[in-house]
């Protein structure tokens, strides 16, 4: 599928990938998805090894689009209010005031979401599922932009609560990162510390930009027959015997709004089918169950060519 | 008689060369023109020798008009021919799903009929060879899933056999059909035995922790209190910081966790292989009736203790493809 | 392997009720009055059960009406072997079957019952409405067909389907009909009918017969001239020639007959032919006298032309006839004796007045008539519809007391009083006139112009005919009855000239009609043969037309089954260009998969030709626009199509 180097977008987006493309180094379609998937306003569920460069991919971008940015660090005792924020009685007002815990901010890193309990990650998948958080009876919205990057160690391990299959579906996207080529892992270890360079770059937009552009990406033309498309794939994934249940109508939405932001980000005003079929892996991937066993990648591959572009 | 022997074996080639001998298929399977065939039913005899009486009335008599009608409705056959041909032709047919079912049960094969014309296919008429006919419907441009009925009698994979599919519509007077045979097989899990020896639960000490299901040596996380928890697993120092009054327990895994393991060598060894996976599988559907944590071990596959609905599945998947 | 649902469902039964009465309905008129009514309660009462999901009557009650039902067609038609009491018991059994329908096999057998009764309604009628009903019949059973197939099917839709597949089938019916090779004739011998209404003119005469004719505008026969067609009035179509009286009745005398003329034929002939609606009776008509007989007719020693059989289905034959003949031979003193018979004691003032004219004209028949036309035109006679009573001596009455008659009136005296005076004469009936149809030329002539003139022999010159009528009346033959009747008179209201409008109708129907009759219902063996050699087919035999039938039918049905297979879909002209520009680019090698986007399609054709890339990029980024941009141009189509056209690789 088609991945052009250069287009000229909004000039604010393509300078974003330029320097993020500088930092982390052999990874632009994953970057350019991480965007898009923010751009729709969903969440990313990002599956790998540590080490990748997971956490370094979310500060960047907090850094990048000028939004503040929180790391939670998932752990078996972690508790819902670690998350949310806790009421602590002010002696000198004599009330109880609300402490805003680290979800209030822009940008997420819910660091091996796996590790905490049902009870913590469900908490998270609220907030993240309705943006805002009630606590103590009282409603508080979640600033916008909100966006979430949760990361998962795919190996199994004693002692974790991997996401339940009805919990995955609330992240818009799922992508792993992969080891960087050899080209690029030389120039990582030859350059400079990767976490400086990001403390010393400058925000390229600002949160008021990136609600504008998630704006106009919902604005993006999308063609009658591309409707028809979505709608194609997604039953086929209904009746297809390699897949256990098909994909749900959210699903669907989902990847009309990443490929309407992919579009967006390749800078355009309409959708191709090229973009359904760029973000579809990752839409997809973790929302579909193998029915046999297999590889997800040739499966959804195996979607993409039994359906014919109408 | 030489003709009994010789009719299965040519009927067999028949069906050979129906299939243009590419069975099972590569999907999808189309039903194109030349798969289709096309005879009179038996009504559609009773109207053509209806009309053979209708000509020769009408010869006798000279009755003009009734030339004009024999012809119309011979007008009108040719047009059920056609008709009925266009219900059938250009059906494309795709393996769609088939879940497992337990031997002597009846296995539904899932088979996506696809309609891409605009205008609706309806009273089509399937069945695998063997099992009972089911009728259908498909819709302008849409598809459908015909769950075909065919009875499982052994473990194992069950390959779906050549299906025909016919349509009679719109006037009966015509028999259209075609057969197919696309690649689709259900897995059939062994037969529960009847009489069953009780699960190898243990004794009642044994039991208890295998209903817990946990052990107590390293901590593993938090989870609401249920009342029958110990007090000595609350996680108090949460609760503290929690605000509310719920209570949280405490969850431990450790090295004592007690599984059941279903054992294929606990068996009696009178018994030979068939029944004894037939006891096996009626101790998973218990062990998982009761959500129960338990193991499996056969003499070439061990797998480990687990539960739920996959770990089932992948119990009597096991137990169905031992030694196959 | 039984059929998935071997029993009928509660709409099922309910179609089949309809089709029942589709079928039986248009029967009624020609079925005994109770055997219409049982067949319709057994029909009201089926349905009413089904309805109030009754249990059905037992077999035994549904047989036991089918015995009685039966019995009751045995006596009313003295059998039941015939036609018609056979088409009776159809309907019987039609109607009681449905008490006992409970499988498909058994619905099918009602439904090709019911086309079976369609068939039995052309024993009695084959009218153009009648055929618009059949076809509606036909689409009701077939639409029960259809939903006899499809368990859950809307009305509508079954009817809808019947249609289109009934009117599939008309172009094949039409190539059978004109090309399946016709059998001339009966293939076994047709039980005779009886009790047929005999209409027209009869075999007798009395006063008054041809005048309640008049009022009736239905068709006797319908002429087609080969030339211009003759004046009006020499328009004498012959029919029977009454030479018997018994001193109120004419009646036929049985004429010899022959295929020998038994006059001469002089000058030229005028060719015709002529289209006689069935009158159960043997004569034929032709103008006076014809000369070249058609295939099957005889002609007697009155002149009379006759068929060999009754004529019971419409007829069609060719005459050629001429005005001017003159007898072969002296006519044999019988036929001039009876021609002289007068009964005694009848009429004694008419006899007395024709042996004064003989005397006075020293038996000059000329000058006898003359005179006696002379009186008819001179003295104080009525042409009139109405004529008031006659007495016992109704010539006497007619001559010296009411003088108001109708033609048979005006005939009859004359050849009364000219035999009293001893000139052998007699009445011919017929018709006289006609009228074009302006639509399709035909000349029609109805029983309204049914009409009486006189004969008598002439020594030498034969058989001379003189119409008292033109006498009176001279209207009649010069135009028609209306204009020879005084005004007030009643007359049959489509001879009314003065509604303009109505006879334009009429004239259309009538050309409907006669269309139909000699195109559907005379298509015959020789219409056949002359219409398949008209069409260019050299020799009309029934392997040539066997052949030609296969070849037509299998190319309708190549037609039909790739216009049924054809998938409806109007493909849009972007898409079907870029298929034009995918096909040329196939050829290079670069199959397109029905997956592929665009967009990495036209970079894959970019780089497997580099020296096109421009090209292909550029027809590329107009796809797109069209295909996938909200707005729409015409110049950026024209453009499209335009470089795909050019577009080689």
Avoid at chain 1, 213 to 221: G, N
Avoid at chain 2, 70 to 91: E, V, W, Y
Avoid at chain 3, 73 to 90: P, Q, W
Avoid at chain 3, 395 to 414: K, M, P, Q, Y
Wanted: hydrophobic residues 45%.
């Amino acid at each position: 599928m088609l991945t052009p180097k250069t287009r000229s977008g909004s000039p604010s987006i393509d300078d974003v990938l330029q320097t993020a493309n500088h930092i982390i180094l052999g990874k632009e379609r994953e970057i350019r998805m991480a965007l898009a998937c923010l751009l729709a306003r969903g969440h990313l569920l990002i599956e790998d090894v540590p080490g990748v460069g997971k956490t370094t991919l979310a500060h960047l971008l907090a850094k990048l689009l000028g939004l503040d940015f929180q790391r939670i660090q998932f752990t078996s005792d972690l508790l819902p209010a670690d998350i949310l924020g806790v009421s602590v009685f002010d002696r000198d007002s004599g009330n109880f005031r609300f402490h805003p815990g680290p979800v209030f901010s822009s940008v997420i890193l819910a660091d091996e979401v796996n590790r905490a309990t049902p009870k913590a990650q469900s908490a998270l998948l609220e907030a993240m599922e309705e943006r805002q958080v009630t606590a103590e009876g009282k409603t508080r919205p979640l600033p916008e932009p909100f966006f979430v990057i949760a990361t998962q160690n795919p190996a199994h391990q004693i002692g974790t609560f991997p996401l339940p299959e009805s919990q995955l579906d609330r992240f818009l996207m799922r992508i792993a990162i992969g080891y960087p080529d050899r080209a690029a892992e030389r120039e990582l270890l030859s350059g400079a510390d990767r976490r400086e360079m990001i403390s010393a770059l400058q925000p390229l937009l600002s949160a008021q930009a990136v609600l504008e552009l998630q704006q106009k990406a919902m604005h993006v033309h999308a063609a009658p027959a591309l409707i028809d498309y979505v709608q194609a794939l997604v039953e086929h994934t209904r009746h297809a015997p390699e897949f256990d249940a098909g994909l749900s109508p959210r699903a669907a939405l989902g990847m009309m709004a990443s490929a309407r932001a992919w579009a967006m980000i390749e800078g355009r005003d309409h959708l191709l089918p090229e973009d359904i079929q760029a973000i579809l892996p990752s839409v997809a991937g973790h929302r579909l169950k193998l029915a046999v066993g297999g590889d997800m990648t040739i499966a959804l591959r195996q979607l993409v060519e039994s359906v014919a572009i109408p | 008689m030489q003709l009994a022997q010789f009719g299965p074996g040519l009927k067999r080639r028949f069906y050979q060369w129906a299939l243009r001998g590419r069975a099972p298929e590569a999907s999808p399977v189309v039903l194109t023109q030349r798969r289709v065939y096309v005879l009179p039913s038996r009504a559609g005899l009773g109207y053509a020798a209806s009309l053979g009486v209708m000509l020769i009335g009408s010869m006798n008599y000279s009755l003009s008009l009734g030339h004009v009608l024999t012809f119309l409705l011979g007008g009108l056959g040719i047009s059920a021919i056609l008709n009925t041909f266009r219900n059938l032709a250009f059906i494309s047919i795709t393996p769609g799903r088939c879940s497992a079912v337990f031997a002597g049960e009846v296995a539904h094969f899932g088979l996506v009929i696809q309609n891409n014309r605009k205008a609706e296919r309806p009273a089509l008429r399937m069945c695998a060879d063997g099992g009972d006919w089911i009728v259908l419907e498909v819709p302008p441009a849409d598809r459908i899933e015909a769950l075909l009925p065919l009875r499982a009698l052994k473990r194992g994979w069950l390959e779906l056999p050549r299906v025909t599919i016919e349509t009679r519509y719109p006037l009966g007077l015509i028999r259209a059909w075609a057969y197919a045979q696309p690649k689709q097989q259900c897995l059939v899990y062994p037969r529960p035995a009847l009489n069953a020896p009780p699960l190898p639960t243990g004794d009642g000490d044994q039991k208890g922790n295998v209903q817990l299901g946990r052990g107590s040596d390293d901590f593993a996380g938090l989870r609401d209190h249920h009342p029958s928890d110990s007090p000595r697993h609350v996680a108090w120092k949460a609760v503290a910081r929690q605000h509310s009054d719920e209570l949280l327990t405490k969850l431990f895994s450790g090295e004592n966790t007690q599984s059941l393991w279903l054992d294929w060598e606990q068996l009696p060894t009178g018994l030979d292989n068939e029944m004894k996976l037939s006891v096996m599988a009626r101790w998973v559907c218990e062990a998982d009736a009761a959500r129960l944590t338990w193991g499996l071990r056969l003499p070439a596959e061990v797998i480990m203790p687990g539960t739920g609905e996959s770990h089932r599945h992948a119990c009597l998947q096991a137990l169905a493809l031992f030694g196959r | 392997m039984a059929r998935a649902s071997a029993s009928l469902n509660q709409q099922q039964v309910f179609w089949l009720c309809a089709a029942a009465t589709g079928g039986f309905a248009p029967l009624t008129p020609w079925l005994p009055w109770w055997l219409s009514a049982l067949s319709t309660l057994a029909l009201l009462s089926r349905a009413f059960l089904l309805w109030r999901k009754t249990p059905l009557p037992p077999a035994w009650f549904v047989n036991l009406i089918a015995v009685i039902g039966s019995i009751g067609v045995g006596f009313h038609y003295r059998t039941l072997l015939g036609k018609d009491a056979g088409v009776a018991l159809l309907a019987l059994f039609l109607a009681l079957k449905l008490f006992e329908t409970k499988t498909h096999r058994d619905a099918y057998a009602v439904v090709f019952l019911g086309y079976f009764l369609v068939l039995s309604q052309f024993f009695y009628s084959q009218s153009i409405p009648v055929a618009v009903i059949s076809i509606l019949t036909v689409v009701l059973l077939t639409a029960t067909l259809v939903a006899l197939n499809r368990a859950q099917a809307k009305p509508a839709a079954s009817l809808r389907l019947a249609g289109v597949m009934v009117a599939q089938a008309i172009p094949f019916m039409l190539i059978f009909f004109v090309l399946f090779p016709r059998i001339a004739g009966p293939l076994w011998g047709l039980p005779q009918d009886s009790g047929r209404a005999i209409s027209g003119l009869s075999d007798s005469m009395v006063p008054g017969s041809i005048s309640k004719l008049a009022l009736s505008d239905a068709i006797a026969f319908r002429v087609r001239f080969n030339s211009a067609p003759p004046a009006q009035d020499a328009l004498y179509w012959r029919g029977p020639v009454l030479t018997d009286f018994d001193g109120r009745t004419w009646t036929i005398a049985r004429p010899g007959v022959s295929t020998a003329l038994p006059y001469q034929t002089l000058g030229r002939g005028i060719e015709y032919d002529v289209t006689l609606e069935p009158h159960q009776q043997y004569w034929l008509f032709a103008l006076e006298l014809p000369g070249k007989l058609p295939a099957d007719a005889v002609i007697g020693s009155d002149y009379g032309m006759y068929a060999k059989k009754p004529l019971r289905e419409r007829f069609r034959y060719q005459v050629t006839s001429y005005a001017q003949t003159k007898p072969v031979k002296e006519e044999s003193s019988e036929v001039l004796r009876v021609a002289l018979e007068l009964p005694s004691g009848m009429n004694p003032r008419a006899r007395a007045l024709g042996e004064e004219l003989g005397s006075k004209h020293k038996r000059d028949a000329i000058q006898i008539a003359a005179d006696m036309l002379g009186r008819f035109r001179n003295e104080p006679f009525t042409y009139t519809l109405s004529p008031p009573p006659l007495g016992r001596h109704d010539v006497d009455d007619f001559l010296f007391a009411t003088r108001r008659g109708f033609c048979e009136h005006f005939a009859s005296s004359f050849v009364v009083v000219m035999r009293a005076a001893g000139i052998p004469a007699r009445v011919v009936t017929g018709y006289q006139g006609g009228e074009i149809n302006p639509i399709d030329g035909y000349l029609v002539v109805r029983q309204a112009d049914a009409h009486a003139w006189a004969e008598i022999w002439l020594s030498g010159k034969g058989w001379v005919r003189l119409d008292p009528t033109a006498a009176i009346a001279p209207g009649r033959v010069e135009k028609n009855l209306a204009a020879a009747l005084p005004a007030g008179e009643p007359i049959p209201m489509l001879l009314n000239a003065d509604n303009a409008l109505l006879r334009a109708v009429r004239f259309r129907l009538d050309a409907v009609v006669n269309g139909w009759n000699q195109w559907v219902l005379g298509y015959d063996a020789n219409r056949q043969r002359d219409l398949l050699k008209a069409l260019g087919m050299a020799s009309p035999d029934w392997q040539s037309m066997g052949a030609a039938l296969m070849v037509l039918c299998g190319l309708l049905m190549l037609a039909l089954m790739a216009w049924t297979l054809r998938q409806w879909q109007r493909t849009d002209p972007v898409i079907r260009a870029w298929r034009e520009f995918q096909r040329k680019l196939t050829r290079r090698g670069l199959v397109a998969q029905a997956w592929e986007g665009p967009r990495d399609y036209g970079l894959r054709a970019a780089s497997a030709c580099p020296a096109k890339a421009g090209e292909i990029a550029e027809i590329e980024t107009l796809f797109e626009t069209l295909r996938y941009r909200p707005v729409q141009s015409a110049d950026a189509l024209r453009k499209f199509r335009y470089l795909i056209r050019v577009f080689a690789p």
